[in-house]
């Protein structure tokens, strides 16, 4: 998931995609922080300074309305921030091979529910209600954004009114794929029995679902606000803490940190995108509020184009089966990722650490999936002289005008991104030392609304540039992330440019390491073929890492505030029942 | 005038034909995408988007859904956001209410302001009085609202904690105390509002009546031994206000459209910010719709102060 730092797109969270792990820990009950009286605390300030618009995580367009519905649509289990699967939801225990919940052959996940769970409106919760969430999200026609999940799932029953069992066909070794974190919340069957597909486009259920979690919507205003009471028929009966909450949405990120760490008007202020040298004295003034930082896969990166983006081509530009003019050179690559000084970027723009560290690995999280390999790459320091004779022994010459050349091809870049602060101050940075290696190179900043989508010839997608760059991050099984590198998913015409793969790299010892990490069920292998495919893009610089930035996002809270455990895999409200004061 | 009324409302109706045209043209062939929201998110793949884009509507090529939009336009159905899955209508019913208790207050208040010291103004021309209210009306009118804005948020809300810089939309007026509240929770919104608008009425007024006062038959007023208070009121007055009624009239519209750049920063979740956030998510139904609504407004006030001026002025009159 690519997370633009800008406006609109901060959507994605990571988690969830099509595999994951076997990551099962036999997870603590639902109580990790004893809450001492339910509705003792009053009310809840919460700030986002992008709007919910919708409350139903299956029909979200972005974090927002994931972590609105959070309060109360549960799945059957969350992601803890060590990216296993935590049984603070719906699932009275997780599912193993030893605890007998999964097939050997892991084709069948069997999730043993919560007995004695009621929806807020008093009815019962049932194994009718896992499945009904199946059937409504993963109809085609209902085009639910969290289809994704769906994928090799060949049915979801109910055993018994406590047991549902999830099939998957062929065989997942990522048995959480379905049920667990933000992208399978359990809806309330009888609720949505008449928006299922095509009718679910304008459902009203979708602006105030019934669920099961701590939280129930009082009022919603669309692109506004959200007020959530108490729900009484919540589970564990000291909890939740508070008595209502506010979650009040737009407005800008520098005024939403003001309000939690200068007044303390709020006691969470949501993605704090607020320049370093702003923000870092401003939490560490602060009386009322601290910064929340936590890190997982989210990694803002460049990207190296192996297509020609060349206008002349017409109808050819930019496709797989091109080949850029000097890109296909290794050492024009080499030289590139040598001038990039990720260390100032780190310093200067995150604060080292207060909204992210440099990193040279595609690849930062889970722990042990993480690469120590690139710490003694060359390409991963930042050395000028190295960098301009790699690029003299390559036989580019220096022109007259600083720009080297061979051949009449000069080493012209056109490195795009979204407008943005950091962004644009990181831009400049790089532009200042790649030109002093006789890179000539031109900016351009498009909003993110235009930059991630496949429609626009300035967007991502397209890539009609040289380099361009942006933050994506993997999920707690690295397979779908590393699959946005293969051949087969190079964006291009015939995909309608929606392809994962924007560089249009192709390496097929890369897709051969893909394809076993996606039959690989033990984890100390799939670690060592997920470090085994970082060090690959990263000595192809086929991408060049900057900085591993906090995820999920850098959010401040109330210093008053009480059981935040972030996640970066999960929702930052997936334990909100454990919040108190 | 019957006649002149039933002609303009005619020519009115190709007008916001070409106008909803145009934009729905604009909206259709822009670069914005109501999918551009998912980023570049793995977890919402290729096909999953051409199936939502597909649910939405989007596959169909822009001419036929914009004949649609316009059908259900005029048997009144705004259509369905693309991002809440809610009406059009009941958004805009939503945000119309602060909407109108923050810019329209703004705006009555500037009107209510903006006579009086744009009279006193240039009745005692070049006073002390003039010389302030000539240069607070020069700043509110070329000081950008944003900067204002910030401005009154750091020292009002931050430093001095005396107003909340959060709107809260979900405030109900039913006492004192909420009364209060919701004073405390707009007066910045509307100080930065109005004053442009005290600035901009007050500077029409002053120069109006600058105008009208050397004139001949404000001469003949005084000579008739008329008291002062009475020439300036009804005689000055009444004509140098002809332009600016035209003005306010012209101005009612724009408070429909609510302050997009005020409300973003207060978080008022007034019209503007429904607009400006509804374009950058790409949820074209909801763009459209206030756009639309937006020029039919600007095209009846455009006659109401058609109208408004002949009724004000006698000489004036259409056939």
């Known amino acids: 998931m690519r997370r633009g730092f800008a406006l609109a797109v901060t959507a994605t969270m990571a988690l969830a995609a099509c595999t994951q792990q076997p990551a099962a820990s036999p997870a603590p009950s639902a109580s990790a922080t004893p809450v001492a009286q339910r509705g003792a605390g009053g009310e809840l300030k919460i700030l986002y300074w992008q709007a919910p618009t919708i409350l139903n995580a299956h029909q979200a367009t972005g974090t927002k309305d994931n972590d609105a519905s959070r309060l109360v649509l549960e799945p059957l289990a969350s992601w803890d921030k060590n990216g296993q699967a935590l049984a603070n939801g719906l699932a009275a225990e997780i599912p193993t091979v030893a605890n007998g919940g999964v097939a050997k052959d892991f084709t069948s996940v069997t999730w043993k529910l919560r007995t004695g769970v009621k929806w807020s409106d008093g009815t019962p919760f049932t194994a009718d209600d896992v499945v009904g969430t199946y059937t409504y999200m993963c109809d085609e026609k209902t085009a639910a954004s969290t289809v994704d999940v769906c994928e090799g799932v060949k049915s979801v029953t109910a055993k018994d009114p406590n047991t549902a069992v999830v099939t998957y066909s062929p065989a997942q070794p990522f048995y959480f794929q379905w049920g667990v974190g933000f992208n399978t919340p359990i809806i309330q069957k009888a609720q949505y029995a008449n928006c299922l597909g095509v009718k679910a486009k304008d459902c009203p259920a979708d602006l105030k679902p019934i669920g099961t979690g701590p939280y129930k919507v009082n009022t919603f205003k669309p692109g506004d606000v959200v007020q959530y009471d108490l729900n009484e028929n919540f589970r564990d009966p000291n909890k939740p803490f508070f008595k209502t909450v506010t979650l009040k949405g737009g407005g800008d990120a520098a005024s939403a940190a003001r309000a939690v760490f200068q007044t303390g008007d709020v006691d969470y202020a949501w993605n704090l995108q607020v320049e370093a040298s702003v923000l870092k004295p401003m939490a560490a003034s602060s009386t009322t509020g601290r910064l929340l930082t936590s890190y997982a896969s989210s990694v803002e990166r460049l990207l190296i184009n192996f297509s020609n983006p060349d206008a002349s081509l017409g109808d050819k530009r930019g496709e797989p089966d091109t080949k850029h003019p000097f890109f296909t050179d290794i050492h024009v690559r080499r030289a590139l990722a040598m001038a990039t000084d990720r260390a100032s970027v780190a310093s200067q723009l995150y604060g080292d650490g207060l909204t992210g560290k440099a990193t040279c690995n595609i690849l930062t999280a889970p722990t042990a999936m993480e690469s120590k390999n690139s710490d003694s790459f060359d390409i991963c320091k930042f050395d000028l002289n190295a960098a301009n004779k790699e690029l003299d022994d390559a036989g580019w010459a220096k022109g007259s005008d600083n720009v080297r050349a061979k051949g009449g091809q000069k080493l012209k870049i056109l490195y795009q991104t979204t407008v943005n602060s950091v962004r644009q101050s990181t831009q400049a940075i790089m532009k200042s030392n790649w030109e002093k290696v006789g890179f000539q190179v031109e900016l351009k900043s498009v909003p993110a609304s235009t930059f991630f989508t496949n429609t626009s010839p300035d967007g991502a997608n397209h890539f009609w540039a040289d380099v361009e760059m942006f933050t994506n991050s993997g999920d707690p099984n690295p397979t779908g992330y590393f699959r946005g590198w293969t051949c087969k998913t190079a964006t291009g015409k015939a995909n309608n440019w929606n392809g994962s793969n924007y560089n249009r790299y192709c390496n097929p010892d890369f897709d051969k390491v893909v394809d076993q990490m996606a039959v690989e069920a033990d984890q100390a292998k799939l670690a060592q073929l997920a470090i085994q495919a970082n060090d690959i893009l990263i000595k192809d610089v086929v991408i060049i890492p900057l900085i591993n930035r906090v995820a999920p996002t850098p959010d401040g809270v109330s210093k008053a505030l009480k059981g935040i455990d972030v996640s970066g895999w999960d929702s930052v409200m997936y334990n909100i029942a454990d919040w108190s004061k | ?319």
Not at chain 2, 213 to 231: C, I, Q, S
Request: net charge positive; hydrophobic share 50%; aromatic share 10%.
């Open chain 2, 1 to 319: 005038m019957g006649r002149y009324i039933a002609r303009r409302l005619l020519i009115a109706v190709p007008t916001l034909i070409v106008i909803s045209f145009v934009i729905y043209a604009i909206l259709a062939l822009a670069p914005i995408d109501p999918l551009s929201q998912f980023g570049a998110d793995p977890r919402v793949p290729a096909e999953v988007r051409e199936r939502i884009r597909e649910s939405l509507g989007l596959n169909q090529p822009w001419p036929i859904r914009y004949v649609k939009w316009m059908t259900s336009m005029f048997r009144g159905d705004f259509g369905v956001s693309f991002m809440s899955h809610s009406s059009v209508g009941d958004l805009i019913a939503q945000r119309l209410p602060n909407t109108l208790a923050v810019v329209g207050v703004a705006y009555v208040f500037g009107v209510l302001m903006g006579i009086p010291v744009g009279m006193i103004s240039a009745i005692k021309r070049y006073s002390i009085f003039d010389h302030a209210a000539t240069t607070v009306a020069f700043m509110g009118f070329s000081v950008p609202t944003f900067f204002t804005g910030l401005l009154l948020i750091i020292i009002f809300g931050i430093k001095l904690r005396w107003f909340p810089f959060i709107y809260s939309s979900t405030t109900q007026v039913h006492d004192l105390d909420s009364f209060v509240f919701q004073i405390r929770q707009s007066i910045m919104p509307i100080t930065v509002l109005g004053l442009f608008n005290v600035a901009t009425i007050a500077r029409y007024v002053r120069s109006e009546m600058l105008e009208h006062l050397p004139l001949d038959y404000v001469r003949t007023a005084r000579g008739k031994g008329l008291m002062e208070r009475l020439v300036v009121l009804r005689h000055v007055l009444r004509n140098s206000l002809i332009p600016v009624v035209t003005l306010v009239a012209l101005g009612v519209p724009t408070v429909f459209g609510g302050a997009i750049v005020t409300e973003q920063i207060f978080r008022v979740p007034g019209i503007g910010e429904l607009l400006v956030t509804s374009i950058s998510n790409g949820d074209i139904p909801v763009v459209a719709t206030v756009v639309f609504i937006f020029a039919v407004l600007v095209v009846t006030f455009n006659l109401l102060a058609d109208l408004l001026y002949a009724v004000l002025d006698p000489r004036i009159r259409y056939t």
